[in-house]
Every structure is written in C-alpha cells, then in structure tokens.
C-alpha cells in the first residue's frame, strides 16, 4: 500500500470513530424516549459488574482453598455495599481497595 492508501485508510477511520462518538448526541430525542434503551440503562451496569467479577474471579489460579479468601471477601464487600448503598463507584472503590490491601498485607493480616 501506497502512502496515500494510508491516509485514506486513517481518514475512513477517523470518520467512523467520530460518528460511532457522536451517535449519541445526535440522535439523543430517539434515545431518551426508546424504551429498549431505558431498560438497557437499567441493566446495563449491574451485567457488567457481574461479568468483570465472573473474569476476576477465573484468572486466579485456585490451587487451595486458601487462595481466594481476599477476592472472596471482597465481592462479598462489593456485594453488600451495591446492595446497601447502590452506588457502582463506591462499591467498585470500596472492593478494589480491600482486595489491594489484602493481597499487599496493608492490614498486616496474611491471608
């Protein structure tokens, strides 16, 4: 490919990345009133959080029981303050937190 067939290449590119980011507020009249777009806002964040917890907990390797004390108790602190507070970002915060500070011995507990 020619120099030229690059810049056209990066040029379609970059028209395809600003439309797909403008999309949204193009066309925001149809979204805000469509409703399979409210109960994908809905739900949306709660099955993202479930499926990185699924990844999360998969990557670790499980050799003992032992092992997943510090991801186990922080989903479960995840958990409870989502259910409590409903706060994504706290919640997220909250875990991620516990879960460096255990795995770092922060806490001077040996998990």
């Known amino acids: 490919m020619s120099n030229f067939d690059y810049f056209i290449s990066a040029l ?14 193009i066309a925001r009249g149809f979204i805000a009133h469509h409703t399979r ?47 409590w507070r409903q706060q994504a970002l706290l919640s997220i915060a909250s875990g991620t937190l516990l879960y460096m500070a255990l795995m770092n011995n ?3 507990i040996l998990l």
């Open 12 to 25: 379609i590119m970059a028209g395809v990345t600003f439309g797909l980011r403008a999309f949204p507020f």
């Open 37 to 83: 777009i409210q109960i994908l806002g809905r739900r949306l964040p709660v099955a993202m959080m479930v499926l990185l917890t699924l990844y999360a907990m998969n990557v670790h390797n499980w050799s003992q029981p032992s092992d997943g004390y510090a991801q186990m108790l922080a989903v479960a602190v995840v958990a409870i303050l989502q259910l």
């Open 106 to 108: 922060w806490l001077g």
